[in-house]
Structure formats: C-alpha cells, structure tokens
C-alpha cells in the first residue's frame, strides 16, 4: 500500500520547457502551501492588527498595514509555489500580458474600484473613523476593502460605496484634520424686550456648554429686526464628529434659553397679527321685505 501511495506520489503529470517534472505530490504540496499561506497570512494580519491597536496608531494606519502583510505574504507564498514546480517567473511573461489584457476589458470596474482602495490607503482622504458625507449622506467609515468602502450611516444602516464613487465624486469629511465644527442658533424675542440682556443671557447659555470651545470665542448677533420678533444669532465652535451630536447640543443650548428667558421674563417671539375694525364705515345691512302672496277666498257660488 505505501508503494502504491509513493507510486501516485511521484505520477508525473507534466514537463516544464526547462524539463523538469511536475508530480502529483508537487501538485499537493503546493496546493497545500497556498492554503497554509493564506489562512497564515489571514493570521498574521490578525495578530499584527491586535498588536498596533494598543499603541496610539490611528485605526486607518493599522487596516493599512494589515494589507499590506497580507498581500506580501500571498506573494512570497506564491513565489514559492512556482519555485516548487520549477516555473520561473519569465514563463508567466506573455500570460500574464495576455491575462492583463483580458481582464483589463473584462474586468474595469474591479479594477479601477481595487486600485481606488488603494489610493484611498496611501492618500488618505477618508479614513476609519471619519465621519463623512457623501450624496446628502451621513455616517462613520468602518472598512476601506477592496472593492467597497463601507459606511455605518446615522441611522445604524450600513452602506457600501465603491472605492471609485469616493475618489470621483465630491465627500465633505467631517474629520479630516479635526473635529472642530462651527454651528449657529437663532433665536427671536419680542418687540420691546432688553436686547443687551437678550444677548448677555444667550451667551450665557452657550458657554454652559460642556462641548462649547472657549476659543475661538463665542458670539452673539443682533442679526435683524423681523416682521414678528427681534432675531439674534449665536455662533459658537464643538469638537464634535457628526451632525448628530450637533443636533444634541443645539437642543441642549435651547432648552437652557428658554430656562434663562422664563427666569427673566422675556418672551420668545411668535407670529402675530393685529386686525382693526373700522366700525364708522361699516356696511348698513338692509332687511329687505319679504315677497307676499295675496291669496283670495271665493266664496260658494
């Protein structure tokens, strides 16, 4: 039985043009290679990954150079396969410009979304962990793969954009540099109110804040006389990573106003109309008299 196993082993399946021989266990070994150096190079990137994230290296870095890895040890695997059968690099020469053009044709939009990953990784316009908008779309980037980036939206739905999308369409990046962000409320009295107090009381609920940056500092404006109400408007910076939490802090800095006007007795503003009855020309409703109908009784005749 073992000679028969030796004798299926070494069962020549093919000469190369260099004339070596390729054996059914040459066919196994390097299937077996590949398969090691796949779920090998799977775990070194595994390992690498849970090693960088304790140090201060952004998530976007260490995805980075976990690809980059896991690509190295794939090729390096691969070298070694051809090694084993005895094929040089060079045999692959025209194949692989034949299979180029091939796939060139065949293939453009995984190609250009595979190298889009790729420029993603080394130019860094999106990162993991930025908080973007794309198409009126907002969300935090979780995985730049390599065919789609994938996008956690604020409403926990997750979204998968070809890399390609991001590089030609146009992404504002909350995050890029920081995560300061300017934002505004507005608020509107009525007439007649103290506006130097209006104003001192809004500030005052601003720098409350906790999120409030102190500089640059906040501001408030008297911004217009309006049809209904006096109309201020405070700008003020957050450190912050999506419109949601700015959504959180405008509605904290209002109810805190609306706390301060209450305690101070000014009212915020609403619409309102005056309406003026002029009663010296007011129309004369004539009651007009009612038809009649003369009805005559004849008697017997």
């Known amino acids: ?29 390097v299937v077996a290679l590949l398969l090691a150096g796949y779920y090998g190079s799977r775990l070194v990137g595994f390992i690498l990954g849970r090693r960088l994230q304790r140090t201060d290296l952004r998530p976007d870095v260490v995805h980075i150079l976990k690809r980059v890895a896991f690509f190295t040890i794939l ?32 293939a453009q939009n995984i190609i250009n979304n595979f190298i889009s990953g790729w420029i993603l990784m080394a130019e860094r316009p999106i990162r993991i962990d930025d908080f973007i908008e794309i198409d009126s779309t ?100 957050c450190d912050v990573g999506g419109e949601k939490f700015l959504r959180e802090i405008r509605s904290a800095i209002r109810f805190r106003i609306c706390d301060l006007f209450d305690k101070n007795n000014i009212v915020v503003a609403f619409p309102q109309r005056d309406v003026h009855l002029d009663t010296k020309n007011a129309l004369e409703i004539r009651m007009l008299p009612s038809d009649r109908t003369d009805t005559k009784t004849q008697g017997p005749t």
């Open 75 to 106: 090729i390096l695997v691969f070298i070694t396969a051809l090694g084993l059968l005895g094929i040089p690099l060079t045999a692959f020469a025209f194949a692989t410009g034949a299979l180029a053009i091939g796939i060139g044709f065949g």
């Open 138 to 237: 907002y969300g935090v980037v979780e995985n730049i793969g390599t065919r789609s980036t994938r996008i956690r939206r604020t409403d926990g739905v997750h979204l998968l954009v070809p890399n390609s999308a991001l590089l030609e369409r146009t992404v504002v990046n909350w995050t890029l540099v920081d995560r300061e962000v300017r934002t505004t409320v507005r608020v509107g009295v009525e007439y007649g109110s103290p506006v130097r107090e209006v104003a001192d009381l809004i500030l005052q609920a601003v720098k409350a804040q906790a999120e409030v940056k102190s500089k640059p500092h906040p501001s408030v404006v008297f911004e217009d006389f309006g049809d209904n109400s006096l109309v201020f408007d405070t700008y003020f910076w």
């Open 1 to 29: 039985m073992f000679a028969d196993l030796k004798e299926i082993w070494n069962f020549v399946l093919s000469t190369t043009p260099s004339g070596q021989s390729i054996t059914v266990g040459q066919i196994l070994a």
